[in-house]
């Protein structure tokens, strides 16, 4: 009996205990209803003074939920001090720091994510709206959140991208100017004058309207000696979308044939010219039996 009387004097002094605590916890519950209210009424605060600037929205919500840690975390602890008043804030900060290591290696990825989706968000390169390729990953920035950034693509698929990836990897930003270069290879016959060729080609890139022909001035070069023909590498700047790449590419090409077509230049095709070592013999079909 004796096991019994240890077991129940300690749940005695333990409900005990916890009566004596209900003041306190009383007042600490109180103390998390207002940090509740506090930390709507500094995000409301936080995102009215912001909504004023140029900051993108994406920076604005991420200094809306700091605040709002910011404020959880004094009425936490201060919660906490009232439940448990041995405890300090100095205490506290040791604690955490003490967990912050186990909790980092738990989650050190979920970290390294939320860090770089906070370096990320600062960068003025890389907005949401523009055009990005990132480890064959390529479409345009729908969402950039604090641990992810949603890329959708041009099919209308949406990967879903952890920021630690765009921020160990180099990020091509295919929107970051208005305009971006475009190159085609034309071929024409070698019986070809390459002077003629150069004029009618460049004349057939000028008249198209989706070339950008202010400062960026359009370039032909007789590239190489190829096996069917001279190459001509053709280059232009247009606009810097996919779609506007596509379409650009679509007007140039149809330009380019239509112009050497009526100034009767030849886009050749590979030619083969078969050689045998020596004469094939002739040989007859042999008749069929009855056949005369």
Known sequence: M????????????M????IALLPQIAVAVVVLVLTWALAALGRSLVNRALSRTKLRRSLQDLFILLTSILIWVFGIMIAAVIVF?????????????IGSVAIGFAFKDVFENFLAGIIILFRREMRMGDHIECEGIEGKVAHIAIRESHIRQTDGQLVIVPNAMLFKNPVYVRTDQDHRRQTIICGVAYDVDVDEARSVITKAVESCETVEQGDHPIQIFAQEFAASSINFEVT?????????????KDEVVTAVKRGLDDAG????????????????PLTRPRKEDGED
């Open 2 to 13: 004796e096991p019994v009387r240890i077991m129940w004097r300690q749940v005695t002094e």
């Open 15 to 18: 409900a005990r205990d916890t």
């Open 85 to 97: 008043p041995g405890l300090t804030p100095a205490s506290i900060l040791a604690g955490l720091g």
């Open 236 to 248: 232009w700047w247009t606009g810097s979308t996919p779609v506007e790449q596509r379409r650009s």
């Open 265 to 280: 230049l030849e886009i050749p095709f590979p030619y083969r010219t078969l050689t045998f070592k020596e004469p094939l």
